[in-house]
């Protein structure tokens, strides 16, 4: 079983960055594949990204941030990143990091048995 901290989040202004990481605990955490996912006020928990369990595979993006925000883990540092450029008010939510055994991104939040605590980015315009 893993375990999962974020941090990262803040208050940036609109086009500005942010990286969020997510640091977690268990020995089989390479095993794993990691999304990022995001909840704003009165909506629903969305997909935001995803990276496969071996790292240099598979990617995917939601259309909305296609271009602007990159996923990247570091193995042997147990730790998972969301990159976020270019950032848009819209993108204020809070945002999870979530893992699940297997080899395939997925972007529905129930095939995910791992989630973190949530870190807060608030995009002001």
């Known amino acids: 079983q893993v375990q999962l901290v974020e941090s990262g989040g803040g208050l940036v202004q609109a086009g500005g960055s942010l990286r969020l990481s997510c640091a977690a605990s268990?020995?089989?955490?390479?095993?794993?594949?990691m999304g990022w996912f995001r909840q704003a006020p009165g909506k629903e928990r969305e997909f935001v990204a995803g990276?496969?369990?071996?790292?240099?595979?598979?990617?995917y993006y939601a259309d909305s941030v296609k271009g602007r925000f990159a996923i990247s883990r570091d193995n042997a540092k147990n730790t998972v990143y969301l990159q976020m450029n270019s950032l848009k008010p819209e993108d204020t939510a809070v945002y999870y990091c979530?893992?699940?055994?297997?080899?395939?991104?997925?972007?529905?939040?129930?095939?995910?048995?791992?989630w973190g605590q949530g870190t807060q980015v608030t995009v002001s315009s």
């Open positions: 990276i496969s369990w071996n790292g240099g595979g598979s990617t």
């Open positions: 979530a893992a699940r055994p297997g080899i395939t991104v997925v972007v529905s939040s129930v095939q995910y048995s791992t």
């Open positions: 268990g020995r089989t955490f390479s095993s794993y594949t």
